[in-house]
T-cell receptor, first 111, second 114 residues
Framework: SQTIHQWPATLVQPVGSPLSLECTVEGTSNPNLYWYRQAAGRGLQLLFYSVGIGQISSEVPQNLSASRPQDRQFILSSKKLLLSDSGFYLC??????????FGPGTRLTVT | DQQVKQNSPSLSVQEGRISILNCDYTNSMFDYFLWYKKYPAEGPTFLISISSIKDKNEDGRFTVFLNKSAKHLSLHIVPSQPGDSAVYFCAASAGTSGTYKYIFGTGTRLKVLA
């Protein structure tokens, strides 16, 4: 069966510090991968998606970037965090265009 | 422009009764829809899907109805249980986009009262 891991589970970072969140998927190959953010009291906002190694599409121009160095690894980064980057970050995978399966999420607080 | 709308931010239902969660969309190109349940501080859990070639899909206590002419879908939970208390999101995608992107609604918080 397929599983998706995210770490860390929680993170508190000062404004201006860098960020690296990691997501890995097990039990499948060549998945589509996604990064979402849920701000407090808001819905899920798609940040990035990837259909293959090195292929990244950005949905929202902002302070973040994503990379896919390996087939089942997806990384969300920032060089300098802003207060507005606080939120709940979710990684997801899918087979083609059908159901997406989410990881447990990372709670990021920028202070 | 919010292409997928869940106009009810919250809903309370008595245990054993039916819960009906609604979702409206504006893009007529959307042809595949998903419903998710989300508990606080956890990732969303996939519940049920429906393709635009159908108007109904059932899975146990969960049924999703799609009205393409009204651009409206609903999730019915029967009977509702206290463990169903969570935030429910609908999501939609357009197959013609070729990008596998889903647009999510803002969610409806369901509270099932014992």
């Amino acid at each position: 069966s397929q599983t998706i891991h995210q770490w860390p589970a929680t993170l508190v970072q000062p404004v201006g510090s860098p960020l690296s969140l990691e997501c890995t998927v097990e039990g499948t190959s060549n998945p589509n991968l996604y990064w979402y953010r849920q701000a407090a009291g808001r819905g899920l906002q798609l940040l990035f998606y990837s259909v293959g190694i090195g292929q990244i599409s950005s949905e929202v121009p902002q302070n973040l970037s994503a990379s896919r160095p390996q087939d089942r690894q997806f990384i969300l980064s920032s060089k300098k965090l802003l207060l507005s980057d606080s939120g709940f970050y979710l990684c997801a995978w899918s087979r083609g265009r059908y159901e997406q399966y989410f990881g447990p999420g990372t709670r990021l607080t920028v202070t | 422009d919010q292409q997928v709308k869940q106009n009810s931010p919250s809903l309370s239902v008595q245990e054993g009764r039916i819960s009906i969660l609604n979702c409206d969309y504006t893009n007529s190109m959307f042809d595949y829809f998903l419903w998710y349940k989300k508990y606080p501080a956890e990732g969303p859990t996939f519940l049920i899907s429906i393709s635009s070639i159908k108007d109904k899909n059932e899975d146990g206590r969960f049924t999703v109805f799609l009205n393409k002419s009204a651009k409206h879908l609903s999730l019915h939970i029967v009977p509702s249980q206290p463990g169903d208390s969570a935030v429910y999101f609908c999501a939609a995608s357009a197959g013609t986009s070729g990008t596998y992107k889903y647009i999510f609604g803002t969610g409806t918080r369901l509270k099932v009262l014992a």
